[in-house]
């Protein structure tokens, strides 16, 4: 898929797509479905295979989110975190008739970053003043961005090998993505992990004698509601 020019949006609270939901292990999984349109199977409106290519830009409903986990012998003194984006922009290609030229880019505005949890306003200033200062270093790297560089139809979606940038450090995440797509409107459900450590990031630590720590490992939750625009594709 592709993401062409880009439209800034402010994303708010409402959740087209549902929460997150547990499994029997308590891990949080995806949601792929939207609250009224049922499973992102792959599905093509019969409208844009006739189609030559379609831009979509990102609509203010999206959900961006980060989830990180507990590490250490004392990660259970500690919390783990779920921080939104409330401020990002992108945009999709998508071209019917060669699907594997099409793209996506998603550029997240790294100081709109908030934590939502653990219900405590206390913590939540403390942990959200060091993922800006210590960890994203927000006044000097103002952007995390997701570019695709190959794109591989599957049965619900698309493989999407991209480039995800942070604090100035790109590293190729796969990332399968599972679509609905209208003739004005697409759909996309998305969660795929990394480690901060290959960007250069240092995990927080911190507690008493620095006894919670947060794992490495951090998990992307992307709900994606992009509209149709009138863009050029590229």
């Given at each position: 898929?592709?993401?062409?020019?880009?439209?800034?949006?402010?994303?708010?609270?409402?959740?087209?797509?549902?929460?997150?939901?547990?499994?029997?292990?308590?891990?949080?999984?995806?949601?792929?479905?939207?609250?009224?349109?049922?499973?992102?199977?792959?599905?093509?409106?019969?409208?844009?295979?006739?189609?030559?290519?379609?831009?979509?830009?990102?609509?203010?409903?999206?959900?961006?989110?980060?989830?990180?986990?507990?590490?250490?012998?004392?990660?259970?003194?500690?919390?783990?975190?779920?921080?939104?984006?409330?401020?990002?922009?992108?945009?999709?290609?998508?071209?019917?008739?060669?699907?594997?030229?099409?793209?996506?880019?998603?550029?997240?505005?790294?100081?709109?970053?908030?934590?939502?949890?653990?219900?405590?306003?206390?913590?939540?200033?403390?942990?959200?003043?060091?993922?800006?200062?210590?960890?994203?270093?927000?006044?000097?790297?103002?952007?995390?961005?997701?570019?695709?560089?190959?794109?591989?139809?599957?049965?619900?979606?698309?493989?999407?090998?991209?480039?995800?940038?942070?604090?100035g450090q790109t590293r190729e995440v796969p990332v399968d993505v599972d679509v609905r797509i209208g003739p004005d409107t697409l759909e996309a459900a998305?969660?795929?992990?990394?480690?901060?450590?290959?960007?250069?990031?240092?995990?927080?630590?911190?507690?008493?004698?620095?006894?919670?720590?947060?794992?490495?490992?951090?998990?992307?939750?992307?709900?994606?509601?992009?509209?149709?625009?009138?863009?050029?594709?590229?």
């Amino acid at each position: 898929m592709a993401l062409g020019a880009s439209t800034s949006g402010h994303a708010q609270r409402s959740d087209p797509f549902g929460s997150p939901r547990s499994d029997s292990t308590g891990r949080t999984e995806a949601r792929t479905d939207s609250s009224e349109g049922g499973p992102l199977s792959g599905e093509v409106d019969e409208r844009v295979k006739a189609l030559d290519s379609v831009s979509y830009q990102l609509a203010p409903s999206s959900r961006l989110q980060v989830t990180t986990g507990k590490a250490g012998l004392f990660g259970f003194a500690g919390h783990t975190h779920t921080i939104q984006a409330r401020a990002f922009h992108g945009h999709v290609v998508y071209y019917p008739r060669n699907p594997p030229s099409s793209h996506l880019e998603i550029t997240v505005v790294t100081d709109s970053l908030e934590v939502l949890t653990p219900p405590d306003t206390a913590e939540i200033r403390k942990v959200t003043d060091a993922m800006r200062t210590e960890v994203l270093r927000t006044s000097e790297y103002h952007e995390i961005k997701l570019v695709s560089r190959q794109v591989t139809p599957n049965k619900t979606g698309f493989h999407v090998v991209g480039a995800l940038t942070m604090v100035g450090q790109t590293r190729e995440v796969p990332v399968d993505v599972d679509v609905r797509i209208g003739p004005d409107t697409l759909e996309a459900a998305s969660t795929f992990a990394v480690k901060q450590t290959d960007f250069g990031i240092k995990p927080y630590r911190g507690g008493p004698g620095g006894t919670v720590k947060v794992a490495d490992r951090v998990s992307f939750d992307i709900r994606v509601v992009a509209v149709r625009s009138e863009r050029q594709s590229q």
